[in-house]
Antibody
Framework: QVQLQQSGAELVKPGTSVKLSCKAS????????MNWIKQTTGQGLEWIGI????????SYNVKFKGKATLTVDKSSSTAFMQLSSLTPEDSAVYYC?????????????WGQGTLVTVSS | DIQMTQSPASLSASLGETVSIECLAS??????LAWYQQKSGKSPQLLIY???RLQDGVPSRFSGSGSGTRYSLKISGMQPEDEADYFC?????????FGAGTKLELK
């Protein structure tokens, strides 16, 4: 069965960076795009961007360009998202999420989420 | 960006009551609309995709309808386990966008 296992909660200082991971199992990692989504109480759910694990190609929400960088490691079936120049506004739960099937652009599979807290 | 206006923000329903949640897109999205349920402390779960198709394993009391810019989620017979937040999401074009959510409580 498809599983997306995300890394643990992070407490980080303003101005620093953090790299979150999402390890995929139960399917061929390169066969399906990986999305990243931010959830806060105030802003709700926001789509950050998407990566094609096969090619490494990415698309970003303009709002998160320069903030988020998506990469993958095919050898470990793991997707990564690095968040840079962190501010308190980056405090949120971050999810990785996979499409149901290629071309079916809704999120049938979600990781458990990673809580990022930005505080000095 | 396509704006998704979801209403109501909160809703209280009695056991067995039928409830509806609506999403209005700022432009036509050609039925590229999904609904998610999120219980407290959990990840969202897909309920409905392509506006009206029920995801495998989701109870048949959940249904979706709509077209163009207007879409709705209906729960026919509120159950205690339906207490949750509900979100719509358009997948018509990047950036994908979500509604602000509806908090559904059991009265």
């Amino acid at each position: 069965q498809v599983q997306l296992q995300q890394s643990g909660a992070e407490l980080v200082k303003p101005g620093t960076s953090v790299k979150l991971s999402c390890k995929a199992s139960g399917y061929t990692f390169t066969s399906n795009h990986m999305n990243w989504i931010k959830q806060t109480t105030g802003q709700g759910l926001e789509w950050i961007g998407i990566i094609n694990p096969g090619s490494g190609g990415t698309s970003y929400n303009v709002k998160f360009k320069g903030k988020a960088t998506l990469t993958v490691d095919k050898s470990s079936s793991t997707a990564f998202m690095q968040l840079s120049s962190l501010t308190p506004e980056d405090s949120a739960v971050y999810y990785c999420a996979r499409y149901q099937l290629p071309g079916y652009n809704w999120f049938a599979y979600w990781g458990q989420g990673t809580l990022v807290t930005v505080s000095s | 960006d396509i704006q998704m206006t979801q209403s109501p923000a909160s809703l209280s329903a009695s056991l067995g009551e039928t409830v509806s949640i609506e999403c209005l897109a700022s432009e036509g999205i050609s039925n590229d609309l999904a609904w998610y349920q999120q219980k407290s402390g959990k990840s969202p779960q897909l309920l409905i995709y392509a506006a009206s198709r029920l995801q495998d394993g989701v109870p048949s009391r959940f249904s979706g309808s709509g077209s163009g810019t207007r879409y709705s989620l209906k729960i026919s017979g509120m159950q205690p386990e339906d207490e949750a937040d509900y979100f719509c999401q358009q997948s018509y074009k990047y950036p994908y966008t979500f509604g602000a959510g509806t908090k559904l409580e059991l009265k």
